[in-house]
């Protein structure tokens, strides 16, 4: 049985009943904060809780905190062992999400001048199952809504304020009867899914869109790119992908640290393929898979697996 539910904030662990914020956070009010979604997978046979590239979801963190102009007082090493420690400390052995999240804590809501704001560095863990059904294909909308620019807002890294949209856009699908959106460029282009990376795979070739079609810098993504050259010999081709190739195109699949990847059998009521999850996917999903997991003993892949018991 899990320990009583802790959390990490204002430097210490503390009982998540007790991690709230006040009403007056600048953070709640105009969504200056930087968060992370890591995954935790418990693996039975090991008894060992084994998290994903957990170093280089700090290592983003601290990129996307710069951005605005906050000093957490933290490496990413550092954030790492308090991150182990907290997953312990809550003694879940089962699969898990970890969030961080990086905030402007100071309870100043007329001041928008963030160098002038103070910080905070928070971290829950919560038990977690499927995000999305990934064990058969979903069906997609292409949203009314569009992808911020990164002229706009950045959007390498994963900024709070931004996620409105993905949360306008799946709302919309979702309510339209579909399980995911696919949010376009402002000039029409392919850029993500509400909170997944977009792959598309057209005779034998994958590809997906380039680190400037306003994407998020997914790291699931780059598994994924590291994963099809190392263990199918497979260079993902970068380039700008128009909305009617995503139509034509043989398979397409999703990726995320929730979504993990998921493939994609129609987009706005069009069979893409054969409605099925794709041979290359399949062959993706499952290498994914077995390396999140801690199942597949490769030296390549294990500075990925941060692997401890509880």
């Known amino acids: 049985m899990a320990n009583e539910a802790k959390a990490f904030m204002n430097g210490k662990k503390v009982s998540l009943k007790d991690a709230k914020v006040g009403i007056m956070t600048h953070a ?21 809780m084994i998290i994903f590239r957990l170093k280089e979801h700090y290592d983003r963190l601290l990129r996307g905190s710069n951005i605005l102009k906050m000093d957490l007082g933290y490496t990413s090493q550092e954030m790492c062992d308090i991150t182990v420690d907290l997953v312990k400390s809550n003694g879940y052995k089962e699969d898990i999400y970890i969030r961080p999240l990086a905030y402007k804590s100071q309870e100043l809501i007329a001041n928008l001048k963030l160098h002038e704001l103070e ?29 911020p620019e990164d002229t706009m807002m950045p959007t390498g890294v994963k900024l709070a304020g931004l996620y409105t949209t993905s949360i306008l856009a799946k709302t919309e699908a979702v309510s339209a009867g579909y399980d995911e959106a696919i949010l376009l460029n ?34 699931t993504r780059n598994t994924i790119i590291q994963i099809a050259k190392n263990e199918l010999n497979i260079d993902i081709k970068e380039r ?37 999850v794709g041979q290359i996917t399949k062959t993706l999903q499952d290498i994914y898979f077995s390396i999140v997991s801690g199942k597949i003993e490769d030296k390549k892949y294990k500075s990925w697996l941060t692997e401890f018991k509880i």
């Not at 709640?28 to 060992?48: C, D, P, Q």
């Not at 977690?128 to 009314?144: E, L, R, V």
């Open 186 to 219: 402002n000039d029409g282009t392919v850029s993500e899914g509400s909170g997944e990376n977009l792959f598309m795979i057209q005779n034998d070739e994958i590809i997906t869109p380039t680190e400037t079609d306003n994407c998020l810098l997914g790291i």
């Open 119 to 147: 910080d905070d560095l928070s971290i829950i863990v919560i038990p977690f199952g499927a995000y999305i059904d990934n064990t058969k294909p979903i069906k997609c909308q292409t949203s009314s809504w569009r992808r």
């Open 240 to 276: 700008r992908i128009h909305r009617s190739e995503l139509y034509l195109s043989d398979e397409i699949f999703l990726t995320g640290t929730a979504a993990h990847v998921t493939s994609v059998g129609s987009l706005d009521n069009r069979t893409i393929g054969n409605g099925k």
């Open 28 to 48: 709640l009010h105009y969504g200056t904060a930087v968060f992370e979604g890591i995954r935790g997978n418990w693996n039975e046979s090991k008894e060992k």
